[in-house]
């Protein structure tokens, strides 16, 4: 299977997908049979090396048709962050075993499997884990609470995290059907609300020894990883901007009408009318282009194996093109009720979901931080921090 044949899949599943997401969102009608018919159609393989059976495509690659997602139901492109995210996290592992874990990962993925994650909580210090694993004979036991479990609902392996008897971090993935392991969908953000972001509990659950993951990113030092997962963030605020786009124009088309003093007789021929879609235009074009050249430095990292300096620029372009996705994505989601008067706001067009879910994205990590890091770069070269933000 080749990328350009991801492209082709995925321009028969668009309109699928498309229909409807208004209506779901408004009724939290979970998406599976997108997610699953994407698993399907192979979106999740697109960074399988030839080698290994797959496309072999590039980051630039997964964020062109990360886009094309996003651009329809920014749900769904969220909910997929964890499968891509654990793709890179195989390809960047130098673990010993590394060639092993792909090999397993890598045929689960061709065979369309989904993977979720269960690994941020609530409570305690951002980033603190209270979930505990134990020793049991040959093998363990996990015990805790998850909460942001994007996408699990919709997986059938959870990755998760939890502390040993030493308080080190041990990863692990399960199967969704282990005995003990509880998804909730209980995720009641504004936005973004079918993500299957909600709680996994892990009751007393029993984990193999073959389920552990060895720990690859050693403390104080980036992953390209990171980077990545943070233009998974960024792309889909693009999505969200070109989403808003396209309801804007379909709204003046369609249901729009002049108000009384306007000069024209149809609602695409207002001028003021055009001045919001063109500036929401210029808005998701901006975005697209930044997450697709900041999609371009995480490859150039790869392609020099990783060095540290291009991996350090890759978190700063990352940082970049999420300050501007997430200002775009909002812009153009406040514009779109300018292009109609307050019928735009009715429940049955839902438009207020772009702004919704574009700030509730954004709020995942504050652009704020962003753009002091980048500052902090351009003005005495400091690198950005290596927490998860970048």
Known sequence: MSVHTLHRNLEQLLP?????????????????????QLAEAG??????????????????DVIGLLLRIASVDSNVAQAMRPGFGFIEGLLASRAENAAQERERWFARYLEGAVLGNAGWEVGGANGAISAR????????????????????????????????????????????????LELV??????????????????NSVQVFADEIRPRTVEEGKRTIVTPFLQLFL???????????LDDAVRFAREHARPIKHSSAALSVDDPYVQLSVGEIAARAFTAEAVVLKAAT?????????L???????????????Q????????????????????????????LDRHWRNARTVANHNPRQWKAAAVGAWQLKGTPPPTSGLF
């Open 307 to 321: 060095d540290p300096a291009l991996v350090d620029q890759a978190a700063i372009d990352v940082a970049q093109a």
């Open 43 to 60: 979106l999740y393989t697109c960074r399988i090396p030839l080698a290994e059976g797959g496309p072999g495509g590039s980051v630039s």
């Open 133 to 180: 694993i134990v020793a049991e004979g040959e093998h363990f036991r996990a015990t805790g609470s998850k909460y942001y479990s994007t996408g699990a609902l919709y997986a059938d392996w959870i990755s998760a995290v939890a502390l040993d008897e030493h308080d080190q971090p041990v990863s692990f993935v399960l199967p969704r059907e282990r005995a003990g």
């Open 323 to 350: 300050f501007i996705a997430a200002e775009s994505a909002l812009k153009a989601a406040e514009l779109l009720f300018d292009v109609g008067g307050a019928s735009t706001t009715g429940r049955s067009h839902n």
């Open 185 to 202: 969908d209980d995720f009641d953000a504004m936005g973004q609300r079918l993500t299957a972001s909600g709680t996994t509990r892990l």
């Open 234 to 244: 960024a792309t889909v605020e693009a999505g969200i901007a070109r989403n808003a």
């Open 297 to 305: 430095a995480i490859d150039r990292a790869w392609a020099a194996d």
């Open 16 to 36: 699928l997908i498309a229909e409807g997401a208004a209506r779901r969102e408004r009724e939290r009608e979970l998406p599976f049979e997108a997610i699953r």
